[in-house]
C-alpha cells in the first residue's frame, strides 16, 4: 500500500507535470510560475483523499478513495480548466496594470497579485491530477478502490 510520502511525492510530479504542459504555449516565467503552483497543487492533491479518509487500516476507503470520486473529478475536469483560465486572466490584467501606475509599492502590489493568480492557476490543476494519481495508485494495490463506498 503506497504511504503519504509516495502519494505527495507522485502527486508533485504528476502535478507539475501536467500543469507544465497545460503552460506549455505560454511564456517560460508564466510556465514556471505554473508549473510551480501545480507541482504544490499535486502534491496536496496526492495527499488528500487520506486527509477525508486517514489511512489507519488498509480498509480505510470509503467515497474518498472510490471510482465514483475518480469519476466526478473527472467529470469536473472542464470546470477546474475554466477556473484556471479565470485565474490566468486576472494574472494578465495585474501584469499590464503597472505601465498606467507610478507608484513602485502599486506596481510591486500588482505583481505579487499576478504571481498568486498565475500560481494559483497551476494549482487548480495540479491539485485535481495530483488526487486522480492517489486514486490511482491505490487502484493497483490489493485493495484497490470500491466503485461507491
Known amino acids: 500500500m503506497p504511504n503519504g510520502k509516495v502519494h505527495g511525492s507522485i502527486g508533485l510530479l504528476v502535478g507539475g507535470g501536467l500543469a507544465c504542459y497545460v503552460a506549455r504555449f505560454q511564456e517560460w516565467d508564466r510556465r514556471l510560475l505554473e508549473t510551480i503552483g501545480g507541482a504544490l497543487g499535486g502534491y496536496a492533491g496526492g495527499r488528500l483523499p487520506d ?3 486517514p489511512a489507519r487500516t488498509p480498509c480505510h476507503r470509503g467515497f474518498a478513495h472510490s471510482g465514483a470520486a ?3 473529478i473527472i467529470g469536473s475536469y472542464p470546470e477546474f480548466g475554466s477556473l484556471a483560465d479565470k485565474c490566468r486572466c486576472r494574472a494578465n490584467h495585474h501584469e499590464l496594470g503597472p505601465s498606467t501606475v507610478e507608484d513602485p509599492l502599486h506596481k510591486l502590489g500588482h505583481h505579487l497579485v499576478a504571481l498568486f493568480w498565475r500560481l494559483l492557476a497551476g494549482f487548480l490543476s495540479g491539485l485535481v491530477n495530483g488526487y486522480l494519481s492517489h486514486l490511482a495508485l491505490d487502484a493497483f494495490t490489493p485493495k484497490a478502490l470500491p ?3
Open 51 to 53: 486527509l477525508f479518509e
Open 70 to 72: 475518480a469519476a466526478a
Open 147 to 149: 466503485l461507491l463506498a
